[in-house]
């Protein structure tokens, strides 16, 4: 297996991961970054024309270009072994990356389901997997869309589908308005938050915008064709061609798991220079709490500067960073998932899509383990990554533990031999 | 605890699980303890294999008497116990291993096993996917494979509705020959039986079960990539050398088009982390036998703690003396291939009858 090594590895070119990089190679160090995406950018930046994108973020990739950071696309990390030493999935083939000083986790999250009847029929897409595909060019144009969840990721989603010549007929927020407004009101700290909420608004004003509103079902024979909403009082039933429903974000901590760092619930425990329970290895980013991009910028580069060495430069960023704890537990308190939400699915609903479990195959058990050992749930390709999330919401159960690989990967890949002389793999590094 | 039960058994495992089936079978009223789920513990990670094997005279009684005994209960068996009749094929690395492909067929059909002697174009024309030059292979077509954590439930069901409890997330401290402890919580019954696999040695201190540490991988679907179980003819000296770490080709196709690969063996305490190193040398081996491995998608990594004792065999009977508390453990990698026939012999032994097999070889306080 070939192996590259740097001072600092950088896991996620999202905007935390790239803040990390770009501090830490100004710091002196030798970095590489990596990210299995086919660009940096991560899942806010990655999918955009580089010119319609904010000044800020353009700032960051330009100074990604010019820096001398390698960065690694395509590139999935596939395992972490204790010895400072990263498995990547390189196009098929495997590549070792080892660090020599510090580790960087810029993860970032995944989207959140709450299963409900229908939502696994084509034509129901996650709220960010719809902002990706529409980024990579799915046309819309004419469809009747609905987009139904929760959570600030809605507003942004709303103004692309808009833009890009949906019917969007209703964007649902289940949260209530009163929790909504609170929220909102409590981003006076922030008045580029309020910017932005103001400009993705403008961006769908002639949908309306529902709070205390949520999905009941999606019905159609091949696909989705219609989606039947409630305000707790009526039911409406709407035609659709495409729903759109995601339930806020889970903190994408299955590589620092692995490597044995302590969590509380899904996101990464950190100290003030973003330092994890392991020696030299650091989290930054929606890994360690959902907080939006803004944050996990400032988080990266404290962690880049603590993984560079430069522990005073760390700690006189981290006094410029808003009461994060504050803001992760607002946004998960405003949005939290109303109780009607568990009433949603039917027994025959299906929870793990993966291996096809619905929900009344998983009422007898007491923990995610026990329910996987005995029905497969969380056991297929993606490894609970989707339902484990949802068996939290409508049981309370635990997470379970992480196994390599990360992601499937080949055999050859997880289990290449260290010393075997691999040719190098078909990607050269920039 | 408002009835003290018969027999209290530590361990809802593959073991525990199918004393409980035999027991209440024969009319014993039975409680059933377990600090986690069903099928929580070693049995939770196995192959479920259920194979004859012949590495001693007593294993290869054994594992025939239990596969019998587990094929009278087939038609019973639910549809989550994943009873698949792949058979197994034993697969000789050279000319050199032909005759022990033969001494083997002797040996089984002894024991009334049947099996077939195959010649290199038969074995590839059944498994396209192993590698050529293929000198031969003994096939035993009555092997079978099941979820090994299915059929532990299935059993504790069967036992339930004959009227056993189960005190599950209850973790015992320690255990005499009529009682339990939980805490402060006790439960006396007539007999204690010990079924706590891997870790029986912690609740009946200087038993010789220690943990003998395996590596399993499954890959993604890939229905039709082999039919039977797979094994290097060499597996049993792998099996066999206690003093060293070993791996050994070992394939599995699962109902769903999943494929297990192993098996390694290691002594390395209760430290139950993937060793990359073996993990490594488990895929060559595997891959050595079956090259199309290679590009197969792995989604899943894990080890699991086989009950090991010095002889290889487990352990049925009260112990240290005939005073003791009842053993049945020390199954280390046929377990599930054989607790229906160690859960009989115990309940022979419990009810005073003679066991079918001579329970001699098993004897606990042999140790
Ligand atoms: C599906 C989705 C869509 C979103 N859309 C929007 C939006 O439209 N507008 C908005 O304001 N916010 C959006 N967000 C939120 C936004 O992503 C975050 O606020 C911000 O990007 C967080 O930055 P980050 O660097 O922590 O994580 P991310 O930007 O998520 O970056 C993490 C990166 O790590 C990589 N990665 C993770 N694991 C591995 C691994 N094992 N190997 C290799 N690479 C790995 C990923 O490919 C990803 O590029 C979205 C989030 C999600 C999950
Ligand atoms: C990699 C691997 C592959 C294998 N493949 C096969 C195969 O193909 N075929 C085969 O036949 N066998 C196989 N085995 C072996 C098989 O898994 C074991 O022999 C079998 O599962 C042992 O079952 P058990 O019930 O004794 O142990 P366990 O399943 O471990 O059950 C013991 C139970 O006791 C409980 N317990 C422990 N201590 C306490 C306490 N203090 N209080 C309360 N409860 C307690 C535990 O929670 C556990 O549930 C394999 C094993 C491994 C590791």
Redesign the interface.
């Known amino acids: 297996m070939t192996e590259w090594a740097a001072s600092v590895v950088v896991v996620g070119a999202g905007p935390a991961g790239i803040a990390a990089a770009i501090r830490a190679e100004g710091a002196g160090r030798s970095v590489i970054l990596i990210d299995q995406a086919q660009r940096p950018g991560g899942q806010i930046w990655r999918h955009r024309d580089r010119a319609a994108l904010p000044r800020q973020a353009r700032s960051w990739l330009q100074r990604l270009d010019r820096s001398s950071v390698r960065l690694l696309t395509g590139a999935s990390v596939v395992?972490a072994?204790?010895s400072s030493r990263l498995r990547v999935d390189l196009g098929g083939r495997p590549l070792g990356v080892r660090w020599n000083d510090a580790l960087v986790l810029a993860t970032g999250s995944h989207e959140r389901f709450v299963p409900f009847p229908g939502w696994t029929l084509p034509g129901v897409v996650g709220v960010g997997g719809a902002q990706a595909l529409l980024k990579s060019g799915m046309d819309v144009a004419g469809m009747e869309v609905v987009l139904a969840g929760s959570g600030p990721l809605l507003l942004p989603v709303a103004a692309t589908l808009s833009r890009a010549g949906a019917n969007l007929t209703l964007v649902a927020e289940q949260a209530p308005l009163g929790r909504v407004i609170r929220f909102g009101a409590a981003l006076w700290r922030s008045p580029s938050r309020w910017l932005d909420a103001a400009r993705y608004r403008a961006g769908f004003l002639r949908t309306p915008y529902r709070t205390g509103t949520w999905v009941l079902r999606a019905e159609g024979e091949d696909r989705v064709r219609e989606v039947t909403l409630t305000d707790g009082d009526g039911e409406r039933t709407l035609p659709c061609d495409l729903l759109c429903t995601g339930f806020g974000l889970t903190p994408a901590s299955e590589l620092a798991r692995l490597l044995g760092c302590a969590t509380d619930g899904w996101r990464v425990k950190v100290d003030g220079v973003q330092a994890t329970s392991e020696d030299g290895v650091y989290c930054a980013g929606e890994a360690c709490g959902i907080a939006g991009a803004e944050i996990a910028i400032l988080e990266g580069e404290i962690a880049g500067l603590a993984a560079a060495g430069d522990r005073a430069g760390a700690e006189r960023l981290g006094r410029r960073r808003p009461p994060h704890d504050r803001f992760v537990a607002g946004l998960a308190q405003a949005f939290r998932l109303r109780e009607e939400l568990s009433a949603l699915p039917a027994g025959t609903t299906l929870v793990c899509r993966c291996e096809d479990v619905p929900l009344e195959r998983l009422r007898d058990?007491?923990?995610t383990?026990?329910a996987k050992?005995?029905t497969r749930a969380g056991?297929?390709?993606c490894?609970g990554r989707i339902c484990q999330p949802a068996l939290q919401h409508f049981f309370g159960w635990g997470i379970d533990s992480v196994?390599?690989?990360l992601f499937?990967?080949?055999?050859?890949v997880?289990?290449?031999?260290?010393e075997d002389e691999s040719p190098p793999p078909p990607t050269s590094i920039t | 605890m408002d009835r003290s039960p018969d027999v209290v058994i530590v361990g809802a495992g593959i073991v525990g699980a199918a004393a409980a089936h035999v027991l209440t079978a024969e009319g014993l009223a039975v409680d059933v303890v377990d600090r986690?789920?069903?099928?929580?513990g070693v049995t939770?990670a196995g192959m479920g294999h259920i194979v004859v094997m012949d590495d001693s005279p007593a294993q290869l009684q054994l594992t025939a008497y239990s596969r019998r005994l587990l094929d009278e209960l087939a038609p019973e068996l639910s549809a989550?116990c994943e009873l698949s009749r792949c058979g197994t094929l034993w697969i000789a690395s050279g000319e050199a291993e032909l005759e022990a492909v033969e001494a083997k067929q002797g040996a089984y059909a002894e024991a009334g096993i049947a099996s077939e002697v195959l010649d290199g174009d038969d074995v590839a024309r059944l498994e396209p996917e192993l590698r050529r030059p293929l000198f031969g292979a003994l096939r035993v077509p009555g092997d079978t494979v099941v979820y090994p954590?299915?059929l532990a439930?299935w059993f504790l069901d069967r036992a339930v509705e004959r009227g056993a409890r189960l005190h599950?997330?209850t973790e015992i401290d320690s255990l005499g020959p009529r009682e339990v402890r939980a805490g402060t919580t006790t439960i006396s019954a007539g007999a204690v039986v010990n079924a706590a696999g891997p870790w029986s040695g912690r609740l009946s201190p200087g038993l010789p079960v220690t943990p003998r540490k395996g590596h399993l991988?499954i890959?993604?679907r890939y229905s039709g990539f082999c039919r039977h179980q797979l094994v290097e003819l060499g597996y049993l000296a792998s099996a066999h050398d206690l003093s060293q770490d070993s791996v050994a080709f070992n394939l599995q196709p699962r109902p769903t088009g999943q494929i297990i690969?192993g098996s390694s063996r290691q002594a390395a305490g209760w430290d139950g982390?993937?060793d990359?190193s073996v993990?490594?040398k488990?895929?060559?081996r595997?891959?050595e036998f079956v090259p199309g491995?290679?590009?197969?998608?792995?989604?899943?990594?894990?080890t699991g703690f086989r009950p090991a004792t010095p002889d290889k065999l487990p352990l049925i009977g009260p112990w240290p003396d005939e005073d003791g508390p009842w053993i049945l453990s020390g199954h280390e990698g046929l377990g599930i291939a054989t607790a229906l026939g160690t859960a009989q012999i115990l309940a022979d032994l419990m009810l005073e009858r003679r066991p079918e097999l001579d329970p001699a070889p098993f004897r606990a306080a042999r140790a």
């Open positions: 395992d072994e204790p058990f007491g923990s383990r026990e050992l005995h056991m297929g390709p490894q196994r390599p690989p499937p990967t080949s055999l050859s997880l289990a290449a031999p260290e | 986690g789920a069903p099928a929580s939770g989550s954590p299915g439930r599950l997330g991988l890959t993604g690969i982390a993937i990359r993990l490594q488990m895929v060559a595997a891959v491995l290679a590009g197969l998608d792995v989604v899943r990594t894990w």
